[in-house]
């Protein structure tokens, strides 16, 4: 069964530094998401992605992020210079198979820790 | 901005007892989504609920769409130890997920 990769599974970064989050889609959707999840908390949306540009994004999202899809597999997660309040789970997840937004697929996650 | 609000925040319960599960939303929505997310796992998608009213059942598991299609419900009857995880509904807002809090079960056997 097709499903959404997401690479690494855990990183440790020190603050103030810059990490990317990357997601590999499953193939013939074609709409992209970000959400993240802190620690016993609720999962929330940071942004979408359709047509190589963002559709959505939410007051999360700061300058700080970026996204982008480099090639036709790969979506990633840019954050500039990394916040302990950073520390959460990022899932990417894809859906729209042929246009139609049905349920969202989602990945494994990353475990960002920031220190 | 929209608002999905879900109690109870957590449920214990023996094992063989029902459990349910209430969902809100602030304003109309188009659909609801509900996800199972297993301890350490990753959200994943249970069922969608479109038209006012409807009622969906896979297996043991109930899930109802309110007439004004602001709230929403999930229901498993006997519970068994492989439904513990956090159940989660979310709003969809143009594609874009609105979760709510999410409700984690734990069955004790």
């Known amino acids: 069964e097709p499903e959404v990769t997401q690479t690494p599974s855990h990183q440790v970064t020190q603050m103030g530094q810059e990490v990317i989050l990357r997601c590999v889609p499953i193939s013939n959707h074609l709409y992209f998401y970000w959400y993240r999840q802190i620690l016993g908390q609720k999962v929330e949306f940071l942004v979408s992605?359709?047509?190589?540009?963002?559709?959505?994004k939410s007051e999360i999202f700061d300058d700080q992020f970026s996204v982008e899809r480099p090639d036709g597999s790969n979506f990633t997660l840019k954050i500039r210079s990394t916040k302990l309040e950073d520390s959460a789970m990022y899932f990417c997840?894809?859906?729209?198979?042929?246009?139609?937004?049905?349920?969202?697929?989602f990945g494994q996650g990353t475990r960002l820790t920031v220190v | 901005g929209q608002q999905v609000m879900q109690i109870p925040q957590y449920q214990h319960v023996q094992e063989g007892e029902d459990f349910t599960t209430y969902c809100n939303s602030s304003t109309t929505l188009s659909n609801i989504q509900w996800y199972k997310q297993r301890p350490g796992g990753h959200p994943v998608f249970l069922i969608q609920?479109?038209?006012?009213?409807e009622v969906k059942k896979q297996k043991r598991l109930t899930f109802q769409f309110g007439e004004a299609k602001k709230n929403s419900s999930l229901h498993i009857t006997a519970t068994q130890t492989t439904d513990v995880g956090t159940y989660f509904c979310a709003g969809d807002q143009g594609g874009k997920l609105i979760f709510g809090q999410g409700t984690e079960l734990s069955v004790k056997p």
């Open positions: 992605f359709y047509n190589n540009e963002i559709s959505e």
């Open positions: 997840a894809s859906n729209g198979p042929g246009g139609r937004r049905t349920e969202a697929f």
């Open positions: 609920l479109v038209k006012s009213g």
